[in-house]
T-cell receptor, first 115, second 113 residues
Framework: AQKVTQAQTEISVVEKEDVTLDCVYE???????LFWYKQPPSGELVFLIR??????QNEISGRYSWNFQKSTSSFNFTITASQVVDSAVYFC????????????FGAGTRLFVKA | DGGITQSPKYLFRKEGQNVTLSCEQN?????MYWYRQDPGQGLRLIYY???????QKGDIAEGYSVSREKKESFPLTVTSAQKNPTAFYLC????????????FGQGTRLTVV
């Protein structure tokens, strides 16, 4: 079975603080992809990043960075110097090569960034 | 502009009535999905379709039905058999390849009154 766990339900930080959103996944697939999506108040999920199961390189994109560790089945997301516009719900997701390639989402972490 | 359009944005339904949520995409994606979002539960998959005239049940298909007669369209019907239909419904589409991300509509908020 596939499962994505985001243990942090809500996080509140003050602007300019760094914040890390945790994601732990379970899968028996050998080949799979992990994703992060952002859901602003408008409701539409926006894709942020994908990582495949064979690529454990960390990635940095501006203020965003992602740490994929296969040994701990984690794919954590860090926002550096957070801004009010980062306030949203963030979802981690998994898509594997079994089960019809369907995407499984975690419960999401709601991030509040206060000015 | 390419994208996914869901309509309506807000929908009110009386108990015992069926209601159909619309989802249209012009991204030329083969795969389409319906998710239900409830507070604290993330996105749960209702139905998905990898190709026209074919669809599969997701984790919470009971009380829902879909059709996929055209590549661009994947309507979801919430039937009276759905015990707790009040929720936020999101439609998504993607290419079938595993490494592709999903594109989402803006959602339909359904309230049963």
């Amino acid at each position: 079975a596939q499962k994505v766990t985001q243990a942090q339900t809500e996080i509140s930080v003050v602007e300019k603080e760094d914040v890390t959103l945790d994601c732990v996944y379970e899968t028996r697939d050998t080949t799979y992809y992990l994703f992060w999506y952002k859901q602003p108040p408008s409701g539409e999920l926006v894709f942020l990043i994908r990582r495949n199961s064979f690529d454990e390189q960390n990635e940095i994109s501006g203020r965003y960075s992602w740490n994929f560790q296969k040994s701990t089945s984690s794919f954590n997301f860090t926002i550096t110097a957070s801004q009010v516009v980062d306030s949203a719900v963030y979802f981690c997701a998994l898509r594997g090569d079994t089960g019809g390639f369907k995407t499984i989402f975690g419960a999401g972490t709601r991030l509040f960034v206060k000015a | 502009d390419g994208g996914i359009t869901q309509s309506p944005k807000y929908l009110f339904r009386k108990e015992g009535q069926n209601v159909t949520l619309s989802c249209e995409q012009n991204l030329n994606h083969d795969a389409m999905y319906w998710y239900r979002q409830d507070p604290g539960q993330g996105l749960r998959l209702i139905y998905y379709s990898q190709i026209v005239n074919d669809f599969q049940k997701g984790d919470i298909a009971e009380g829902y039905s879909v059709s996929r007669e055209k590549k661009e369209s994947f309507p979801l019907t919430v039937t009276s058999a759905q015990k707790n239909p009040t929720a936020f419904y999101l439609c998504a589409s993607s290419y079938r390849e595993m490494n592709t991300e999903a594109f989402f509509g803006q959602g339909t908020r359904l309230t049963v009154v």
